[in-house]
């Protein structure tokens, strides 16, 4: 990255579960017009008292939008939710 420069950043829901949210994010450079970096998070809700994966508290209706299709878009790491 260039001090200065412009850039812009878009995140797309791939999927997500009562679980995990899985979203991939671009960071895109403005003024050469080309893709800088991608980051590919898999977001899990972990109990802090179990120390095991839990369902999330509320508002999982409020992600789950469209049903997007990973194969839709560009390569993905391969981590299903």
Do not use: C, K, W
């Amino acid at each position: 990255m260039m001090l200065g420069a412009r850039y812009s950043a878009h995140v797309r829901l791939i999927n997500a579960s009562e679980t995990a949210v899985h979203t991939m994010a671009y960071l895109v450079d403005l003024d050469q017009q080309r893709l800088s970096s991608t980051l590919e998070p898999l977001l899990l809700n972990v109990s802090l008292t179990t120390r095991s994966v839990t369902r999330f508290a509320g508002g999982h209706d409020l992600l789950v939008v469209g049903g997007a299709s990973p194969s839709a878009g560009p390569p993905l790491a391969g981590v299903g939710v």
